[in-house]
């Protein structure tokens, strides 16, 4: 069995002042170190070639067992930077062979994590989700009416527990389904409300895929998934706005502060953009 250790690189800062948090570890149990390099800090560990060389690591990420502890041990790097530094997290297991490598990465990088890190700086990110619960919003007067067994039924209503006639089953039916069509457009409404006040509130959003139910178990159906960099002295009315946005049969939750993880590319989402731009003014 091979004993080669690899470089995992968790994150990229600027050198600051100061030490991880004490009991801070990352992959293996290890505390991660920083490596320097001109005006740019990585923060790495070393892992067992024998997991994260390029061919067993494209297997292990087939492993949902193994992604999530070794995400898991990513995170709580990434956290503890986060009491200390503004961190540029990075890719789940981004690898170099040694040192040098890790050097390599920082040079050949070195403009973009200056940009991102500067666009990070002293922001965090936040995360939104919206949940429609339909037929939450009702008080239930009623229990749900049984088909009724003859639809040449002659009973004029239906008492609560006995069965509906024919006419009054469809129009509880209907009115139940018009019920349920007046949740979904009030979550429709309050998600396009919300992000687009809580985009103007943050320096940028982003809308994640939506999540599912069965593999969430949360409560409803998840119809906006949105991630919002806050500058950190905005951050207590930016969650002031998200408390006030619920209303009966709409669940919003919120999530952070966290490290920006959504936003780790941002600087070269801005490059792109330059590029677009120059070239559309030609």
């Not at 050949?108 to 994590?113: C, K, Q």
């Not at 609560?160 to 009030?186: F, I, K, N, T, V």
Request: charged share 30%.
């Amino acid at each position: 069995m091979s004993t080669d250790r690899l470089r995992y690189v968790y994150a990229v800062t600027r050198p600051f002042d100061g030490v991880l948090p004490e009991g801070a570890r990352g992959i293996d149990g290890e505390p991660p170190r920083l490596l320097r390099h001109g005006d740019l800090v990585a923060v790495t560990g070393t892992v067992p070639a024998e997991e994260f060389d390029e061919a067993p690591l494209r297997a292990r990420l087939e492993d949902l067992d193994w992604l999530a502890g070794t995400a898991r041990a990513h995170d709580a790097v990434i956290s503890a930077l986060s009491t200390v530094t503004c961190p540029l997290p990075l890719r789940l297991a981004t690898v170099c062979r040694d040192d040098s490598g890790v050097r390599r990465l920082l040079e050949e990088g070195h403009d973009r994590f200056v940009r991102a890190l500067a666009r990070l700086d002293g922001r965090v990110e936040w995360g939104v989700k919206v949940y429609a619960e339909p037929g939450a919003a009702q008080t239930p007067a009623e229990p749900e009416p049984a088909p009724p067994a003859d639809s040449g039924a002659s009973t004029d209503s239906a008492a609560p527990g006995r069965q509906a006639s024919g006419r009054e089953y469809l129009r509880r039916r209907l009115h139940a389904r018009r019920s349920r069509e007046g949740d979904w457009r009030r979550a429709d409404e309050l998600c396009r409300r919300l992000h687009a006040e809580l985009s103007r509130y943050a320096e940028a959003g982003t809308v994640h895929r939506p999540q599912d139910g069965r593999l969430s178990g949360a409560p409803g159906v998840n119809v906006l998934n949105a991630a919002y960099l806050v500058d950190r002295a905005r951050s207590e009315r930016f969650v002031e706005l998200v408390d006030a946005a619920s209303e009966p049969g709409v669940r919003v939750e919120l999530t952070g502060p966290w490290a920006p993880y959504s936003f780790a590319g941002i600087a070269d989402d801005e490059a792109q953009e330059a590029r677009e731009a120059r070239g559309a003014g030609r």
